[in-house]
């Protein structure tokens, strides 16, 4: 299986390399004589060695190039786009009190629908692929539709609940075709408590089964600490033991409304918690990046589900629409319109408006509601 990517990348050329933080952007020429090695089935220049050499410890130069590389052609289409996630399926063998997803019904494409799915996303540029649920790895063509996605050379993110990730058959396909990075969220550190948050018996033997297998196999896994009022008290607890499995973790409790505006899953907030997330300072949603469901219909990102685009029905052209629809999202209306203190907000426009439909007390997200309590 290849070890690295080269591709363009919007008005670049870079090559990646799964599990890796470090890039290499290469001139457009360096780019075109690698893409002409690829053509004739020559093998990786030296200078392309070195570089590979220095950025990830690897030895590439001498080696036939498609056993080691993957060359992607530039987009052949009107529309092109270098980043997307897609919900795979929205069903969950989890019920967490805290989803965004408001309901979470097992349905979406059939495989051969997937498949084209990820092909036309191939064909318009997509190299940062994040596949996402519900619960992705319960999804029956998961490891069909990752292994299209990986094959294409796509640096792919997988979301999970981890309670797959013992499964030999998945740990066998990530170890031939490794993902750039595997984000687990972790809900407790003991049964009691997972399971409460999951409303699932179960939820936390299944899961740290799952980190622990993950662990086992040196897979890229960082684990997202998702904190509520559930586990606030067992927090020192979850970092020790994702420590004592020698894996990284971030820790997150921005808890949100639905995405359809319902305000239930604040329940679960933390208050001291709340405004910790930084100043928003723009997003590129709908123009450099976009999010598909399951039934593939796109929109410009995963809270801002405004004017989808069918994109089997359209095909990649729908999509340039979706521009201009996600800058009407962007603008500050409703109780947004005139705000003074804009600069500093820290939620963007379509997860404001989600707060607002939820009626959420504006010290949930919003500085006019932070000041008022202080």
Same mark, same amino acid.
């Given at each position: 299986? =290849?070890?690295?990517?080269?591709?363009?990348?919007?008005?670049?050329?870079?090559?990646?390399?799964?599990?890796?933080?470090?890039?290499?952007?290469?001139?457009?020429?360096?780019?075109?004589?690698?893409?002409?090695?690829?053509?004739?089935? *020559?093998?990786?220049?030296?200078?392309?060695?070195?570089?590979?050499?220095?950025?990830?410890?690897?030895?590439?130069?001498?080696?036939?190039?498609?056993?080691?590389?993957?060359?992607?052609?530039?987009?052949?289409?009107?529309?092109?786009?270098?980043?997307?996630?897609?919900?795979?399926?929205?069903?969950?063998?989890?019920?967490? @009190?805290?989803?965004?997803?408001?309901? !979470?019904?097992?349905?979406?494409?059939?495989?051969?629908?997937?498949? !084209?799915?990820?092909?036309?996303?191939?064909?318009? *540029?997509?190299?940062?692929?994040?596949?996402?649920?519900?619960?992705?790895?319960?999804?029956?063509?998961?490891?069909?539709?990752?292994?299209?996605?990986?094959?294409?050379?796509?640096?792919?993110?997988?979301?999970?609940?981890?309670?797959?990730?013992?499964?030999?058959?998945?740990?066998?396909?990530?170890?031939?075709?490794?993902?750039?990075?595997?984000?687990?969220?972790? =809900?407790?550190?003991?049964?009691?408590?997972?399971?409460?948050?999951?409303?699932?018996?179960?939820?936390?033997?299944?899961? =740290?089964?799952?980190?622990?297998?993950?662990?086992?196999?040196?897979?890229?896994? @960082?684990?997202?600490?998702?904190?509520?009022?559930?586990?606030?008290? @067992?927090?020192?607890?979850?970092?020790?033991?994702?420590?004592?499995?020698?894996?990284?973790?971030?820790?997150?409790?921005?808890?949100?409304?639905?995405?359809?505006?319902?305000?239930?899953?604040?329940?679960?907030?933390?208050?001291?918690?709340?405004?910790?997330?930084?100043?928003?300072?723009?997003?590129?949603?709908?123009?450099?990046?976009?999010?598909?469901?399951?039934?593939?219909?796109?929109?410009?990102?995963?809270?801002?589900?405004?004017?989808?685009?069918?994109?089997?029905?359209e095909g990649p052209e729908g999509l340039l629409r979706l521009p201009g629809i996600a800058d009407v999202q962007m603008?500050?209306?409703?109780?947004?319109?005139?705000?003074?203190?804009?600069s500093t907000c820290r939620v963007c426009r379509p997860m404001a408006r989600v707060y607002q439909e939820a009626k959420?007390?504006?010290?949930?997200?919003?500085?006019?509601?932070?000041?008022?309590?202080?």
């Open positions: 299986m =290849y070890q690295a990517i080269v591709s363009p990348q919007e008005s670049k050329f870079v090559a990646v390399r799964a599990g890796q933080q470090a890039a290499i952007q290469l001139p457009s020429a360096y780019y075109g004589e690698l893409a002409e090695v690829a053509d004739s089935d *020559g093998v990786v220049p030296d200078w392309f060695g070195v570089a590979a050499r220095q950025a990830w410890g690897i030895e590439l130069a001498g080696r036939p190039i498609h056993d080691v590389l993957v060359v992607r052609a530039p987009s052949v289409l009107s529309v092109t786009y270098s980043r997307a996630s897609w919900e795979i399926n929205k069903g969950c063998n989890f019920s967490c @009190e805290h989803c965004y997803l408001e309901q !979470r019904p097992f349905a979406g494409l059939p495989l051969t629908d997937k498949l !084209r799915l990820l092909d036309m996303l191939r064909d318009m *540029g997509v190299i940062w692929f994040e596949i996402t649920g519900g619960e992705p790895l319960i999804d029956q063509d998961f490891v069909p539709a990752y292994k299209r996605a990986h094959t294409a050379g796509m640096m792919v993110e997988i979301l999970t609940n981890g309670s797959r990730l013992y499964r030999d058959d998945l740990l066998e396909t990530f170890a031939v075709h490794r993902p750039h990075k595997i984000t687990i969220s972790m =809900y407790g550190a003991s049964p009691e408590t997972a399971d409460a948050l999951t409303q699932t018996r179960g939820a936390f033997k299944s899961a =740290y089964r799952g980190m622990v297998a993950a662990a086992g196999a040196s897979l890229p896994v @960082e684990v997202t600490l998702i904190i509520t009022k559930h586990n606030v008290e @067992e927090l020192g607890e979850m970092r020790a033991m994702v420590r004592d499995l020698g894996l990284s973790f971030k820790e997150y409790g921005s808890i949100s409304p639905t995405y359809t505006g319902k305000g239930s899953t604040l329940a679960t907030q933390v208050p001291s918690m709340v405004g910790k997330s930084d100043i928003f300072q723009g997003c590129p949603a709908g123009h450099t990046s976009f999010h598909v469901d399951p039934h593939g219909f796109a929109t410009m990102c995963k809270v801002g589900r405004d004017s989808p685009i069918n994109l089997i029905s603008l500050r209306t409703g109780g947004c319109s005139g705000c003074k203190i804009s959420a007390p504006l010290s949930h997200y919003c500085q006019h509601g932070m000041k008022e309590e202080t």
